[in-house]
Nanobody, 126 residues
Framework: QVQLVESGGGLVQPGDSLRLSCVGSGQTFSTYVMAWFRQVPGKEREFVAASTWGGRKTYYRYYGDSVTGRFTISRANTGNAIDLRMDSLKPEDTAVYYC????????????????WGQGTQVTVSS
């Protein structure tokens, strides 16, 4: 069974840090784009960050405008897992965070992804 499993969500205060993890199984994801999206009720999914394969063991990183400079995406050497390090968290970062994997472009839109995790809640509140 091909799946992505996220972990690491929770309740934190503004200014805190949090790390999310996503592990893929059931197939190899090393050449896939693996990404993070987030969603709040009543809104569309928002692109957060992506890790794209650049050949051999090279991966490139891309970020949404609202998280650039605060969030960092990293990829495991196996290519089958990604982390999202979130620093300087703000209340507006509150959302369900989803891990996704796919081969299509553009990678900033959710329709490009075929495989999704179940989501993990991140709440930033004092």
């Amino acid at each position: 069974q091909v799946q992505l499993v996220e972990s690491g969500g929770g309740l934190v205060q503004p200014g805190d840090s949090l790390r999310l993890s996503c592990v893929g199984s059931g197939q190899t994801f090393s050449t896939y784009v693996m990404a993070w999206f987030r969603q709040v009720p009543g809104k569309e999914r928002e692109f957060v960050a992506a890790s794209t394969w650049g050949g051999r063991k090279t991966y490139y990183r891309y970020y949404g405008d609202s998280v650039t400079g605060r969030f960092t995406i990293s990829r495991a050497n196996t290519g089958n897992a990604i982390d999202l390090r979130m620093d300087s968290l703000k209340p507006e970062d509150t959302a369900v965070y989803y891990c996704a994997a796919g081969l299509r472009r553009p990678f900033e839109i959710d329709r490009s992804y075929d495989i999704w995790g179940q989501g993990t809640q991140v709440t930033v509140s004092s």
